[in-house]
């Protein structure tokens, strides 16, 4: 697919999925700065947003703030805690309906996530709306459908040393230090993964810490 200077695009990055995603497969964390970088590919960002989980102990915070570093904005939802301790916070409609406000401001649409729920979105930001519809995420974890649908699709398995980070680091910006190296080539699953990024190992060891359990501040 061609990429015109001139389009301006909006990226919307499920970060549950992404986060997930990469430590599930290479047990490593995402650099969110270089995803967003390629997602516009030299064109115009009219808005990246990352859509995050907030919990009562902040723990979270600093991976806040590396984003924001970054230039991607934040989007917010308290951790929901259920009877037996289950906690789970759903950003799939929040992120369909702002993709959707925005769909007439922009010309290009891209997804950061492998979740096939995000399919009857695209199919209308495509079908109704006119607008180029991308995916960017792991192929392990993408959606078939949305492979289908999508007008480009840019796999993070292909370059992990560009867009994954050593667990427990994070830079300034969203950026490793400079000693910090990515795992290299691709590396496989270390356990199953579903399209959405989770399993039932992730939501049971949620029971007992953050949502980002592997997220420690930089120094």
């Given at each position: 697919?061609t990429?015109?200077?001139?389009q301006?695009?909006?990226?919307?990055?499920?970060?549950?999925?992404m986060?997930?995603?990469a430590r599930n497969l290479y047990?490593?964390?995402?650099?969110?700065k270089n995803?967003v970088e390629?997602a516009?590919g030299?064109r115009k960002l009219?808005?990246?947003i990352?859509?995050?989980?907030?919990?009562?102990a902040?723990?979270?915070?600093?991976?806040?703030e590396?984003?924001?570093g970054?230039?991607?904005?934040?989007k917010?939802?308290d951790?929901q805690?259920?009877?037996?301790?289950?906690?789970?916070a759903?950003?799939?409609v929040g992120?369909a309906v702002?993709?959707?406000?925005?769909?007439?401001?922009?010309?290009a649409i891209?997804?950061?996530?492998?979740d096939?729920d995000?399919?009857p979105?695209l199919?209308?930001?495509s079908?109704?709306?006119?607008?180029?519809v991308?995916?960017?995420?792991?192929?392990?974890t993408?959606?078939s459908?949305?492979?289908?649908?999508?007008?480009d699709f840019?796999?993070?398995?292909?370059?992990?040393q560009r867009y994954?980070m050593?667990?427990g680091?994070i830079?300034?910006?969203?950026e490793p230090?400079a000693?910090?190296?990515?795992?290299?080539?691709r590396?496989?699953?270390?356990?199953?993964?579903?399209?959405r990024?989770r399993?039932?190992s992730?939501e049971?060891g949620?029971?007992?810490g953050?949502?980002y359990?592997i997220?420690?501040p930089?120094?």
């Amino acid at each position: 697919m061609t990429k015109h200077p001139e389009q301006r695009v909006a990226v919307f990055i499920d970060t549950q999925n992404m986060y997930y995603s990469a430590r599930n497969l290479y047990q490593a964390r995402v650099n969110f700065k270089n995803i967003v970088e390629d997602a516009v590919g030299g064109r115009k960002l009219v808005r990246a947003i990352a859509y995050v989980v907030a919990t009562k102990a902040g723990e979270e915070r600093p991976f806040f703030e590396a984003l924001r570093g970054a230039g991607i904005e934040t989007k917010e939802k308290d951790l929901q805690i259920y009877a037996g301790g289950v906690k789970k916070a759903d950003w799939d409609v929040g992120i369909a309906v702002d993709a959707i406000k925005l769909a007439d401001k922009v010309d290009a649409i891209v997804i950061a996530s492998g979740d096939g729920d995000f399919y009857p979105l695209l199919e209308y930001l495509s079908g109704v709306k006119g607008c180029l519809v991308e995916v960017i995420s792991f192929r392990e974890t993408t959606s078939s459908k949305l492979l289908e649908i999508a007008d480009d699709f840019i796999d993070l398995s292909k370059e992990p040393q560009r867009y994954l980070m050593k667990v427990g680091t994070i830079g300034r910006g969203g950026e490793p230090h400079a000693s910090e190296h990515a795992p290299r080539g691709r590396a496989k699953p270390t356990r199953r993964v579903g399209v959405r990024g989770r399993n039932s190992s992730d939501e049971e060891g949620e029971r007992e810490g953050s949502v980002y359990p592997i997220i420690t501040p930089w120094s």
